[in-house]
């Protein structure tokens, strides 16, 4: 129904910067919240930033003022920024998009892309 694809991840030194990209298909008419979490080795997987429909965001303690979420609605494609990086940022991020309303009706929660890693080296 709904299948998101995440680019833009690689290796980069502390300080620097990345892009992440997810990009929603599917039979979508709408998506409310689209976000980005991320998994450590050995960790439970944590939100990072989350941004509705509407523009409103949400961010990690750890990440805010280094991280800068975004979405173009009608691309479907939501957007995260990643300045100052740190070796703790280092992990799979994975893409959500929740309540997405299908052009054939109904409604699918909690979707999820298959992970792009980042890996920050001191």
């Known amino acids: 129904q709904v299948q998101l694809v995440e680019s833009g991840g690689g290796l980069v030194q502390a300080g620097g910067s990345l892009t992440l990209s997810c990009a929603a298909s599917?039979?979508?008419?709408?998506?409310?919240?689209m976000g980005w979490y991320r998994q450590a080795p050995g960790k439970q997987r944590e939100l990072v930033a989350t941004?509705?429909?509407?523009?409103?965001?949400n961010y990690a303690d750890s990440v805010k003022g280094r991280f800068t979420i975004s979405r173009d609605n009608a691309k479907n494609t939501v957007y995260l920024q990643m300045n100052s990086l740190k070796p703790e940022d280092t992990a799979v991020y994975y893409c959500?998009?929740?309540?997405?309303?299908?052009?054939?009706?109904?409604?699918?929660?909690?979707?999820w892309g298959q992970g792009t890693q980042v890996t920050v080296s001191s």
């Open positions: 941004i509705t429909s509407g523009g409103s965001t």
């Open positions: 599917g039979s979508i008419f709408s998506i409310n919240a």
């Open positions: 959500n998009a929740d309540r997405v309303r299908l052009t054939r009706g109904g409604v699918a929660y909690n979707n």
